[in-house]
Antibody, heavy 120, light 107 residues
Framework: EVQLVESGGGLVQPGGSLRLSCAASGFTFSSYWMSWVRQAPGKGLEWVANIKQDEGKVYYVESVKGRFTISRDNAKNSLYLQMNSLRAEDTAVYYC?????????????WGQGTLVTVSS | DIQMTQSPSTLSASVGDRVTITCRASQSISSWLAWYQQKPGKAPKLLIYKASSLESGVPSRFSGSGSGTEFTLTISSLQPDDFATYYCQQYNGYPITFGQGTRLEIK
């Protein structure tokens, strides 16, 4: 069974940093693109970033470019999101998700999410 | 960026009804479209990919159609478990974008 478990969320002040982690199990992590998707309170889904199997390609939504970094450690079956220069508008539940096997872009498995709150 | 627009934003229906949700893309995305279901406090769940392919384990009352810029998600006979919010997502290119969501509520 595919399992994705996010951690690292919490309360952080504007301008601060946070690192999210996602522990993957139940599948060959190194064979899949991975994704971070967020959802602000009461709002819709927003794609944040994707990373290729070997970290050879990464993509970001414009609003986080230069502030967020997606990475992975295939030996540890883990996905990360380093978030710097956080803003109030980054407040959201952050979901780790597995991208389909072909790397097309849709997400076929999701974690339960971790809440990030940016506030003073 | 490709904008995805869903309609309606809210839909009231009864158990047993046939319902259709529409998703329009601001430019052609071929068939690179997925549909997700989300219940309050839960992660999204994949229902349909490549516009019309049913994800394994998803009931056959769910179906998707369309290509280019216009897509639909149809639930043939609503069940109590189907009341949720539905999102479309295009993955034709980056940035990946979602529709704003359609809340399906009990009439």
């Amino acid at each position: 069974e595919v399992q994705l478990v996010e951690s690292g969320g919490g309360l952080v002040q504007p301008g601060g940093s946070l690192r999210l982690s996602c522990a993957a199990s139940g599948f060959t992590f190194s064979s899949y693109w991975m994704s971070w998707v967020r959802q602000a309170p009461g709002k819709g889904l927003e794609w944040v970033a994707n990373i290729k199997q070997d970290e050879g390609k990464v993509y970001y939504v414009e609003s986080v470019k230069g502030r967020f970094t997606i990475s992975r450690d295939n030996a540890k079956n883990s996905l990360y999101l380093q978030m710097n220069s956080l803003r109030a508008e980054d407040t959201a539940v952050y979901y780790c998700a597995r991208v389909d096997y072909d790397g097309s872009g849709y997400c076929d498995s999701w974690g339960q999410g971790t809440l990030v709150t940016v506030s003073s | 960026d490709i904008q995805m627009t869903q309609s309606p934003s809210t839909l009231s229906a009864s158990v047993g009804d046939r319902v259709t949700i529409t998703c329009r893309a601001s430019q052609s995305i071929s068939s690179w479209l997925a549909w997700y279901q989300q219940k309050p406090g839960k992660a999204p769940k994949l229902l349909i990919y490549k516009a019309s392919s049913l994800e394994s384990g998803v009931p056959s009352r769910f179906s998707g159609s369309g290509s280019g810029t216009e897509f639909t998600l149809t639930i043939s006979s609503l069940q109590p478990d189907d009341f949720a919010t539905y999102y479309c997502q295009q993955y034709n290119g980056y940035p990946i974008t979602f529709g704003q969501g359609t809340r399906l509520e009990i009439k």
